[in-house]
């Protein structure tokens, strides 16, 4: 793998895990453990695989 592409999807991680963060500081009562648990899970899958089929070769 290329130092791009990890790059993005290091960021890709990074920004899902700062949204799940955002979420849980806003602490609404719908958000379980186990909720926040697939949330967490959801938001990292779809940040790679934006990453994945963005690419930086698409900038």
Do not use: D, K, N, Y
């Not at 849980?24 to 967490?40: D, F, H, K, Y």
């Amino acid at each position: 793998m290329c130092v791009q592409c990890m790059a993005g999807a290091m960021a890709a991680g990074a920004s899902a895990t700062g949204i799940r963060a955002w979420l849980v500081a806003l602490s609404p009562a719908w958000l379980t453990p186990e909720r926040r648990r697939r949330m967490t899970i959801g938001l990292i899958v779809c940040g790679v695989l934006a990453a994945g089929l963005i690419g930086p070769s698409a900038v």
